[in-house]
């Protein structure tokens, strides 16, 4: 069966600083990978999606940025972070499968 | 622009009160209507996956329906496992979702 780690679970980081999300699939091989944002009183807001290795596709103008280095590996990164940047951070395979998500606070 | 909209914002029912969310959407070249459930700081649960109008699926006590501009989700006979916050959207872009909750 298919399972989706994220890893940290959660973060507090302050402005201006690095950001560097993981998120890594099981049990299944070239998957779509989604990155998703869910604000406090907003709903899911796709950020990036990648069908392959170094394929990344951008769905919103922002100061994140993502990449595959392997087939079941995303990650998602910052140079300096926003406080705009807080929220639940979502891994996703297929929109079929979501992973457990971290939750960033930038202070 | 692409927009989608879920109703209401929250809803509270008795156990066993039946009733139905709603999502309407306007997205050009929609590949499928999802529905999901999420619980408090975790993350969305698949429901179902609804690609034509009039299309139906039913797991246990949920029902989702698809027409060609929104799609309901009907709860038969809540109860309060059923509390949670039920999203619906495609796969570039969804509503709010509606938080439910069901009293015992």
């Known amino acids: 069966s298919q399972t989706i780690h994220q890893w940290p679970a959660t973060l507090v980081q302050p402005v201006g600083s690095p950001l560097s999300l993981e998120c890594t699939v099981e049990?299944?091989?070239?998957?779509?990978l989604y990155w998703y944002r869910q604000a406090a009183g907003r709903g899911l807001q796709l950020l990036f999606y990648?069908?392959?290795?170094?394929?990344i596709s951008s769905e919103v103008p922002q100061n994140l940025s993502a990449s595959r280095p392997q087939d079941r590996q995303f990650i998602l990164s910052s140079k300096k972070l926003l406080l705009s940047d807080s929220g639940f951070y979502l891994c996703a395979w297929n929109n079929d499968f979501f992973g457990p998500g971290t939750r960033l606070t930038v202070l | 622009e692409d927009q989608v909209t879920q109703s209401p914002e929250a809803l509270r029912l008795q156990e066993g009160e039946s009733s139905s969310l709603n999502c309407s959407y306007t997205?050009?070249?929609?590949?499928?209507l999802f529905w999901y459930r999420q619980d408090p700081g975790k993350g969305p649960e698949f429901l179902f996956t609804?690609?034509?109008a009039g299309e139906e699926k039913e797991k246990e006590r949920l029902k989702a329906t698809l027409t060609k501009k929104e799609s309901f989700l009907h709860i038969t006979a809540p109860k309060p496992e059923d509390s949670a916050t039920y999203l619906c959207g495609g796969k570039l872009i969804f509503g709010q979702g509606t938080e439910l909750s069901v009293k015992p």
């Open positions: 609804l690609y034509s």
């Open positions: 997205v050009s070249g929609l590949r499928g």
């Open positions: 049990g299944t091989s070239n998957p779509n």
């Open positions: 990648s069908v392959g290795i170094g394929q």
